[in-house]
């Protein structure tokens, strides 16, 4: 839907098919060049974490790999969500670096500036510069603001890789006669139709950027969808799809400007413990995995910069109505989260003076050089050298 | 009977607005609640007007007014209003210290009596005693039992003081023929404590299974039609979705609190022990049981894709077999211990009167946490105790 209405009101569809294959060389081109300046990639433990799961002494065993990176980089305890405790809002103001009202289930854009309009603004930059993969299937609008100097034509390329998944799973089990979701294959197959029929059918917006430039996406966020259901650790969840196609993303486009926002610990929600805490285990492993990426791809090696941060607590034990079940009630189990940067550019160190989620776009603005007028949140100098 | 009338006009309109909800929802409310708030209505009408200065400061601040919050209605778009306001943290914070005030006043009218909560754990959890009540061991101590050789004669022997199910001296229906219906409680996952319980209030997860099946078809059924914004606005459209298969269909109380605990409770609908524990919470909250027996099971493994299938029937979606979680479920429970017990600990009809048995199927040991005058506080560290002995003791404190 997002992204008929942006092709309806950008005409892209059109211009970018008629470019002769001579200037889509040339983009590639300029996307090369690009790609050798700083990188950014926002990465939030989506679903809300607590700090007593996570970096307290208690948990750090929920998550040995950023326990084991922490000294690598510099380490927030303190950094707070001030604003809406929906997952929408607490994103949406981590992108945007102004605390986010709008509606709290993704129904509405928003209201400021995000970073990739800024970035992709500034900076002239290719709609392959900036990607939000989203575990979060709400998330559609999150690429861009409802800003009419900013908007859609500057957003990021949104992927969704659950509900893809979810739209998959969905129609196979309806039709059980034909196969079963122990049929990976069958999984497999669905996933790769579905596809192939469309991204706004599952709320994805990928810009369009010419034939050759549409089946180079396609094919790489195929492949990832290879990779996902043939590996050897068979995964099924949301947050493991939207790592193989973030991966692939990097490799294939190496965007400068990268969210990802991990989703399984929402889980929670059910009221099971013990899956909340698999899920934060899990989240910690693939965060892993995305800095072992970050580490060993040459187009991200020693110029990316990774901020890491959840997007909202949850409940504490005490005096809440069920404790890590809710993430509403506005204590400070809920609002005081954390955030370790790492890679390039990043000093090494920790703090626990306090910082803020808008915060976080105000320092990719810096990281990135840009000028982004118009955010609350004030860079974290601490990290800058 | 028909709600109070209570002259609130001197109240701000976003604290009045919630107990004015309640007050339209009079029908629904239990007996301990009508309770509370006929009390909390006499003590607001007379209550000092500084107690609500800071609030109607704010109020006009946060964008109150006569049009966005008219007096007696109280909506979905105010409750967003609310929670998006930039000053909401405020608001809500002198709320809480306007209610630290009420709260001791109304305490103090409140009577105890003794009460009990019976916590029961399934015996194929694969930890001893010693890792079973961790986080609340502390507060209690941990009290040697006497096992029968057949464990299934554990629940019989503690709630009835016989292997056979004598109902007649059941604790339930004791302490529901001596303190009404609504005064003893049975939650529980499977379907086995209704041979304790006629007279007394008994949910089961297993048992609302069919209704839980309709409200899963309905959620998704709305969902898929993408008309619903989000929790609240799929609440409201619910409403109207009352049992008509399980055990309540003809008492609209009960009928009311199943629905809202099912739809309200988040996995409430999917996961057996989230039932029982929110259920158990709301009952403690709402209802006041002088007896609560919360009965936990063992949940199911988490198949692959099924966290994108929330309300698809499990067992159908997948040929997969279905297994127990037998770990996780230990984990999960250990934390629904502490919040049972800490919900109970938040009104004053529980404090210091309330005797906590957690227990386990077969598990040779308990933990107690109870008043120093509970009849088996004196146990000598050590000595076993039978569950019959327990049963008198539980009838002993109860005074049924």
């Not at chain 1, 009419?148 to 992927?159: E, K, T, W």
């Not at chain 2, 006041?288 to 309300?311: A, C, E, H, M």
């Not at chain 2, 502490?338 to 309330?354: P, S, V």
Request: charged share 20%; net charge neutral; hydrophobic share 40%.
């Amino acid at each position: 839907m997002l992204t008929r209405d942006f092709l309806k009101l950008a005409g892209l569809s059109i211009a970018q098919r008629i470019l002769p294959p001579s200037l889509l060389q040339l983009w590639a081109q300029a996307a090369d060049a690009q790609a050798k300046g700083r990188k950014v990639i926002l990465v939030t433990f989506g679903g809300g974490v607590r700090t007593a799961e996570t970096f307290a002494p208690a948990g750090l065993h929920n998550i040995p790999r950023l326990a084991a990176l922490r000294p690598e980089g510099y380490f927030y305890q303190n950094c707070q969500n001030q604003g809406v405790l929906s997952h929408f809002n607490s994103t949406a103001s981590i992108v945007t670096g102004n605390w986010q009202r709008v509606d709290d289930f993704g129904f509405e854009a928003p209201a400021s500036a995000t970073i990739f309009e800024h970035f992709r603004k500034a900076n002239k930059a290719g709609p392959l510069d900036a990607w939000v993969i989203a575990t979060n299937k709400s998330f559609a609008s999150m690429g861009s603001s409802s800003r009419r100097d900013f908007g859609v034509p500057f957003g990021a390329n949104v992927v969704l890789p659950k509900q893809l998944l979810l739209d998959a799973v969905k129609n196979i089990v309806r039709k059980p006669k034909d196969s079963d979701l122990s049929d990976r294959d069958a999984v497999h197959r669905r996933l790769e139709t579905i596809l192939q029929e469309g991204y706004e059918g599952v709320g994805w917006t990928i810009f369009k950027g010419g034939r050759q430039m549409d089946k180079h996406v396609q094919a790489t966020l195929t492949r990832a969808l290879g990779e996902f259901i043939n590996g050897p650790e068979a995964p099924t969840s949301g947050d493991e799809l939207t790592f193989f196609i973030t991966r692939e993303v990097m490799r294939e486009f190496a965007p400068r400007l990268l969210l990802v926002n991990f989703w399984d610990m929402d889980v929670a929600h059910w009221g099971s413990y013990s899956l909340y805490l698999q899920a934060i285990t899990r989240t910690d492993r693939l965060t892993g995995m995305l800095w072992d990426e970050v580490s060993q791809n040459p187009k991200y090696k020693d110029n990316t910069t990774v901020l890491i941060l959840p997007e909202l607590g949850r409940d504490g034990d005490a005096n809440t109505a069920n404790g890590f079940l809710n993430h509403r009630s506005g204590d400070p189990s809920c609002r005081n989260t954390w955030l370790l940067a790492l890679g390039a550019g990043v000093a090494k160190g920790a703090t626990d003076k306090p910082i803020s989620h808008v915060d976080v776009a105000a320092t990719a603005a810096a990281i990135l050089n840009l000028r982004a007028d118009g955010m609350t949140g004030v860079a974290a100098k601490e990290i800058l050298i | 009977m028909p709600p109070p009338r209570f002259d609130f006009d001197h109240v701000p309109v976003t604290f009045a607005a919630y107990f004015n909800e309640q007050l339209r929802a009079w029908e629904t409310l239990f007996p301990a609640e009508k309770s509370y708030f006929d009390r909390l209505g006499t003590y607001l009408e007379k209550a000092p007007p500084a107690m609500f200065t800071a609030l109607a400061e704010l109020e006009p601040k946060m964008g109150v007014t006569s049009s966005s919050w008219p007096r007696g209605r109280f909506t979905l778009q105010q409750v967003d209003f609310l929670n998006r306001n930039p000053l909401y943290p405020e608001w809500r914070r002198i709320i809480t210290a306007i209610f630290d005030q009420i709260n001791p006043a109304l305490d103090a009218t409140t009577k105890g009596v003794p009460r009990i909560v019976i916590v029961l754990a399934p015996a194929d959890l694969p930890v001893g005693p010693d890792r079973m009540w961790t986080r609340l061991v502390g507060k209690g101590r941990r009290v040697p039992l006497v096992v029968p050789e057949d464990i299934s004669h554990c629940i019989p022997l503690l709630l009835t003081g016989t292997a056979n199910h004598n109902i007649e001296t059941s604790l339930v229906e004791l302490c529901s023929a001596a303190r009404g219906p609504h005064s003893s409680w049975t939650i529980e996952t499977a379907a086995t404590m209704q041979a304790y319980s006629q007279k007394g209030t008994h949910l089961s997860y297993e048992g609302l299974r069919t209704y839980r099946m309709r409200l899963m078809a309905e959620v998704q059924k709305i969902a898929e039609q993408g008309e619903i914004r989000g929790p609240r606005q799929l609440g409201e459209k619910l409403k109207t979705l009352q049992p008509r298969d399980a055990e309540f269909a003809n008492d609209p109380l009960m009928a009311e609190f199943i629905r809202a605990t099912l739809l309200a409770g988040n996995g409430t609908l999917l996961v057996n022990n989230t039932f029982v524990e929110w259920a158990s919470v709301q009952a403690i909250r709402r209802a006041k049981p002088s007896l609560l027996v919360t009965s936990f099971g063992i949940r199911n493994k988490v198949k692959p894709f099924s966290s994108l299938l929330i309300f698809e029937d499990q067992d159908a979606a997948t040929a997969i077999p279905t297994q127990a979680d037998m770990l996780g479920s230990y984990v999960d429970l250990e934390v629904f211990y502490q919040y049972l017990w800490q919900e109970a600990g938040k009104y004053a009809e529980y404090r210091n009167n309330t005797a906590y048995l957690f227990l386990a199927e077969g598990m040779d040991e308990m933990l107690l946490i109870a008043p120093a005058d509970f009849p088996q506080a004196d146990v000598t560290p050590g000595q076993r105790v039978t569950l019959e002995s327990l049963h008198k003791s539980c009838r002993l404190w109860l005074g049924v």
